[in-house]
């Protein structure tokens, strides 16, 4: 009897040691990037603890043994946190689910980042290896089969009824929880990464916009097909638009820099020299009412990387703030031909031609660019003897093969030309011997800072060569230059701290600023151009194409009357549901799911 009850002791010490296990691996794996004791809410600091423990049980009895069992739980939050640490660390938001589809496009970039860990990282690391250690003394073991099931059956449910509770938004407030994916590094601190990640998974479905039926977004789409016609005959599209044809609409380049962007608008700093004094020029001739340049900033919905969201929103005219943050539409919702800028450049007429000097697989765009109308992707291997700037295919090479492409086309044809560059990608901490960073910020030692602002001189020096190329010829070209977004907060927190900021602590203010890219519209023609307009992505190409007096689509023309209303809409920027905006989630989910 009393060896039963001493075997009965140790099992219920051995279940107790099981549980704190558990409890630690949750603090460690916030330790990883914070300390969660000042930082997560108190309500949610138990929630994840039941998320760990419950995690920790069905791996129990899964395995009968606590040994193999908090070993697999070792694994999953050392592994969880790791990656929450250096996605964090490289593009300043925290591991999302949806993350688990980047993985490819990660990889080709992994040799490029500085994986050296921080002090604090190493100290949990090695609490992590103490606890393997730990795990060897546990021999307890559940023979049971039965009762293993059963116990299992009853963690799993209560794990999807835990799930069920953090993903119900009304319950956000009892239970102290910040739903909002506006601020997702903040979210991600005060709610824990495991149930922040747990409240995100209920983002990798889309539920259907309220009121929405197909037949209703095609009825919508029809009110504003009044504007121009386009018919095809005899294989040669023809357009109502203007009595004109194809030979008087303009040759279409854009260029999405990578990373490009102008740090300024962040705050006060001074440099050796001129960061970007042909941007500086373009802005003075635009505000000095210029006809064939257009300024301005652009807003965007990604920061710090992402870069497909910024194509997709430029190229759909569909916008982020409907889908959840963090999410990638190349690879999660584009599966079919999709309404899109290329295609309907290439309905009317256009050759459509995407180039991206990096491996064609990345974001999946060998598989979405023919989706999107894309007639031809150059990528890598298209690009012969390249220039490389630091690891990657420098920008004077993309605009060498922009002219090449031009000066080998069809008299009669017209281009449409989306260019995604590489040159300014991160990581900035290195040094190379092919490259000698050349600006510097007074007061200031941080060389990511210094080889980023080098870079984006670079690209600034370069794209002049472009717009003179173009100057003197007779056929029509528009030139539309922008950045995808800016680099992450370790470059530019030393201009944060110049001005007596962190980037940790930014007004609602200063965190949309950090959402902003200048662009340039130029042309060797009259335009209709106006001066500092700001414009969010989405509605970008709308835009260019009234300036370049190309005809628009019913998509395109419910855009620009949106924009009337509503001038920015970002992930950041999310407008106040009105009929207008419900018209708009109506259109994207048809645009995206339903169209044919």
Known sequence: MGEKINNTKSEALTLIAYVLFCICCFYLVEFFVHNPFEEVRKIPQILNIFLFILIGLVLLFLSGSAKIGMRIMLIISFVFGLINYYVLKFRSTPFVPWDIWSIKTAQKVANNYDYRLSRNAIIVSVCFLGMAIATF????????????????????????????????????????????????????????????????????????????????????????????SIKKQKNKTLHKAKNTNLQEYPNIIVIMDEAFSDLSILGRFNTNEEMLPNLKKFQDESKNNSKRIQTGYLNVSVCGGN????????????????????????????????????KYLKDIGYKTYALHPYYKDGWERDRVYPLLGFEKFYSLESFSNPEYVRDYVSDRTMINKIIELYE??????????????????????????????????????????????????????????????????????????FGDHQPADSVVDTIFYLNGKQTSALSKSDLKKRYKVPYVVWANF???????????????????????????????????????????????????EDKNILDYKKLQYYNLFDSH
């Not at 293993?148 to 993903?167: D, E, K, P």
């Not at 030309?417 to 007074?442: A, C, R, W």
């Not at 990511?448 to 060569?465: G, V």
């Open 526 to 576: 009259d335009m209709d151009t106006k001066y500092n307009q700001e414009l969010s992505t989405n509605f970008f190409a709308a835009n260019m194409l009234r300036q370049a007096h190309i005809p628009t689509s019913p998509y395109q023309n419910f855009l620009l009357e949106t924009q009337k209303k509503h001038k920015v809409i970002t992930s950041i920027v999310k407008p106040k």
């Open 137 to 228: 003394f546990f021999e307890y073991k559940i023979k049971k089969i039965t009762v293993r099931i059963v116990a299992a059956v009853i963690c799993v449910g209560s794990l999807f009824a835990l799930a069920s509770v953090v993903q119900n938004d009304n319950n956000s407030y009892e239970l102290e929880l910040y739903p909002f994916l506006f601020t997702p590094e903040y979210m991600n601190k005060v709610n824990g990464a495991p149930i922040t990640f747990t409240m995100n998974l209920k983002y990798l479905k889309i539920d259907k916009p309220r009121g929405y039926s197909a037949k209703e977004a095609q009825k919508l789409l029809k009110k504003y097909d009044n504007i121009y």
């Open 408 to 481: 080998n086309k069809e008299k009669t044809d017209k281009l449409f030309l989306f260019n995604v560059t590489m040159q300014n990608h991160g990581s900035y901490y290195d040094e190379y011997k092919n490259f000698t960073p050349n600006i510097k910020v007074v007061g200031s030692s941080n060389f990511a800072l210094h080889q980023y602002l080098s870079l984006t001189n670079k690209t600034d020096k370069d794209i002049e060569l472009l717009t003179k190329y173009f100057k003197n010829k007779t056929e029509k070209t528009i030139i539309v230059f």
């Open 307 to 342: 870069t497909a969201n910024t194509e997709f929103e430029f190229l759909t005219g569909n916008t982020m703030a409907f889908l959840p943050s963090g999410s990638i539409p190349y690879q999660q919702y584009l599966k079919k031909d999709t309404l899109a800028l290329p």
